[in-house]
């Protein structure tokens, strides 16, 4: 896996992606179909690229360059020394190869190693299973039960809110 930053190039793979209602499922999109247009996709990944969004965000691409997806830190509180970790494999054909867990790790790194951060942390939807086994083979530990936080297919949903720290993350590279 490889790990790049944003570009204009990648707009066609995520608006592409963004048509796809298995990719978008868990994904926090407006409630319509397409969610996003080209020209919307195009605008947020400018804003990613200048950090306007105040995002980091890198691409995640295979070995041979193939853009795969993405993976992001955001809500940085540089007082409390944390932030929000997004990531999204949206080419399906990557899905479970491992892509995703090695971008993550990547992203914790740079958070907790070069913006010093403190803690990591996401929100997921209590059904998106395979997420949530994923975090925690990855040190990701849950901290609560978000009831009702999300506006999903015109039902309110439960998130967990997990977490994971840079003594702990430290200690997981140790061990590997």
Not at 24 to 41: C, I, M, Q, R, S
Not at 46 to 60: D, H, M, P, T
Not at 96 to 117: D, Q, T
Not at 136 to 165: C, K, P, S, T
Request: charge should be negative; glycine fraction near 6%; include cysteine.
């Amino acid at each position: 896996m490889a790990y790049e930053s944003t570009t204009l190039d990648d707009v066609e793979d995520r608006f592409h992606w963004s048509l796809d209602r298995e990719v978008t499922a868990y994904l926090n999109v407006p409630d319509k179909y397409p969610p996003f247009t080209k020209e919307e996709t195009k605008q947020w990944i400018e804003a990613c690229i200048n950090r306007s969004n105040g995002y980091i965000q890198k691409a995640i691409t295979t070995e041979n360059g193939h853009h795969i997806g993405w993976v992001d830190l955001k809500n940085i509180d540089e007082a409390d020394k944390s932030a929000e970790i997004d990531i999204t494999i949206g080419n399906k054909r990557f899905w479970g190869k491992g892509y995703g867990s090695s971008a993550l790790r990547a992203m914790l790194s740079v958070g907790f190693h070069e913006w010093e951060l403190n803690k990591i942390w996401l929100r997921v939807d209590v059904d998106n299973e395979k997420a949530i086994r994923s975090y925690h083979q990855n040190g990701f530990r849950e901290e609560a039960m978000m009831y009702q936080d999300r506006w999903r297919n015109g039902v309110y949903v439960d998130r967990l809110r997990m977490g994971i720290w840079r003594k702990d993350f430290d200690l997981s590279i140790i061990d590997q």
